[in-house]
């Protein structure tokens, strides 16, 4: 055996044995797991405790949602394209994509947007939608208001769980639930990359 093809031969046994080194013993826990997974416990604790909070402060909605089966929003992504300028378009454009409401943030959302509705129908200014608001629970510091087209827009994050409402103040009023902006917040971004 010439010595390229021994180096090689020695090469692939090294290799062999130290993947095959670790098969069959358990591997210990790190610190790095274990704060994961304690992070991640943690996120859970406190998004059931913002639900809990929610549910006090909103009764009808919980009400509503109390027994409603998951369902997911529809899909805002469209398909890539397959022009390369359209896809370089796409992509530039990423960041006004929402993040998707699914379950019981679906559900809320609807219920917040249906009762929104209903309470702003006889409101025509700034003043009288944002005391609107205000007594339907959103604070006052959360809520965005601002013109669009003629009409008054407001949007804002429900207090505790979390789903986004926009709505316009037209003839009918147009209030709708939908996710944050993948670069965060309920407005949507406004320049890009």
Do not use: W
């Not at 402060?57 to 394209?81: H, I, Q, Y």
């Not at 992509?91 to 917040?112: T, V």
């Amino acid at each position: 055996m010439n010595r390229l093809t021994a180096a090689s031969a020695g090469l692939f046994v090294l290799l062999v044995v130290s993947v095959t080194a670790g098969c069959g013993t358990e591997r210990p826990v790190d610190d790095a797991d274990d704060a994961a997974t304690s992070a991640s416990a943690s996120y859970e604790a406190q998004r059931k405790a913002a639900e809990r909070k929610h549910d006090r402060l909103f009764r009808d909605v919980a009400a509503v949602c109390s027994d409603a089966a998951p369902t997911a929003s529809p899909s805002t992504a469209a398909p890539e394209p397959t022009d390369p300028e359209a896809r370089k378009y796409a992509e530039n454009h990423a960041y006004k994509q929402l993040r998707p409401l699914q379950g019981a943030a679906l559900c809320r959302g609807q219920a917040h947007a249906k009762r929104i509705t209903a309470a702003l129908e006889a409101v025509h200014s700034e003043a009288d939608l944002r005391s609107k608001l205000t007594t339907l629970g959103y604070p006052e510091s959360t809520v965005e208001v601002y013109k669009t087209g003629g009409s008054l827009g407001f949007t804002f994050s429900v207090p505790e769980a979390g789903p986004c409402i926009t709505g316009l103040l037209t003839s009918p009023v147009k209030v709708e639930a939908h996710g944050h902006y993948m670069e965060g917040g309920c407005m949507e971004p406004r320049g890009g990359h």
